[in-house]
């Protein structure tokens, strides 16, 4: 008995929490900002990689940082003269759409184009919580060994776009990237893999480009819903 109520709680968090996320993506479209939500694994690369795209990407840039109990993420993003908001979620593992309203109402989106929100390291949590963003960006790497995608099917499931990082490290470490490629590609034969590394450069160009066809796609879309 104990158990179905506690059941029935988190499906009301989870669809109350999906109202909230269709708002925030209202408020994203209305002012013209393209989300994107950067999961994935504890030090995987989330942040350099968000770091690699301020400084590439043509576009104004925003982040919301998620972090557990510290500003760390934050702080890094601040040295690329972007707005930054920094949310701590305390005891939970995941960012949520109400933190991220009340994010959204910090930022100056009109000098937004394209919003990072880089979302608390692990590959569980997160995935029943979307944000309102536009696109999910799942970031693993090499170091997690190459049995993390099998071992997580779920988030793969729901992505756009999968990098595996560290791809520099492969060998080091044992892993076999395009074993973890290919797990990918079978649990969601949509997604766009992308093998990386943020050392050396590889496949950099190749992220750049899935999120402009992302970006110019949504764009079009919002164009056409507006007429
Ligand atoms: N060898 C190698 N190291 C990398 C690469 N990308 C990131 N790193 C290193 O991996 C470590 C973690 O990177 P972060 O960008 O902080 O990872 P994160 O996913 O943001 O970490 P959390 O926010 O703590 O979950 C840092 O020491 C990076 O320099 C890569 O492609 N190759
Ligand atoms: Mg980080």
Same mark, same amino acid.
């Given at each position: 008995m104990h158990k179905v109520a506690e059941i029935e709680v988190q499906h009301d968090i989870i669809i109350a929490n999906k109202k909230l996320a269709k708002r925030n993506q209202r408020i994203l479209d209305k002012a013209d900002v393209f989300a994107i939500d950067v999961l994935g694994a504890i030090g995987s690369g989330k942040t350099s990689l968000i770091e690699v795209l301020i400084q590439r990407m043509n576009h104004k840039i925003g982040v919301i940082a998620g972090d557990v109990i510290s500003k760390f993420d934050a702080g890094r993003f601040k040295k690329y003269n972007v707005p930054v908001v920094g949310l701590n979620t305390g005891k939970e593992c995941h960012l949520d759409a109400h933190l991220v309203e009340h994010a959204l109402e910090d930022l100056p989106l009109p000098a937004i184009d394209v919003l990072f929100i880089e979302n !608390? %390291?692990? *590959?569980?949590?997160? !995935? #029943?919580? #979307? *944000? %309102?963003?536009h696109l999910r960006m799942v970031v693993i790497s090499v170091s997690e060994g190459d049995d993390t995608v099998e071992k997580h099917p779920l988030i793969f499931k729901d992505a756009d776009v999968v990098v595996i990082n560290k791809v520099d490290i492969a060998d080091a470490v044992g892993a076999d990237e395009e074993k973890m490629e290919a797990d990918v590609l079978r649990l969601n034969p949509d997604v766009v893999v992308i093998k990386s590394s943020l050392k050396t450069g590889e496949g950099v160009e190749n992220i750049l480009q899935a999120l402009e066809e992302y970006i110019n796609e949504s764009r079009l879309y919002i164009k056409e819903s507006q007429r």
């Open positions: !608390v %390291g692990n *590959l569980i949590c997160p !995935v #029943d919580f #979307d *944000l %309102g963003s």
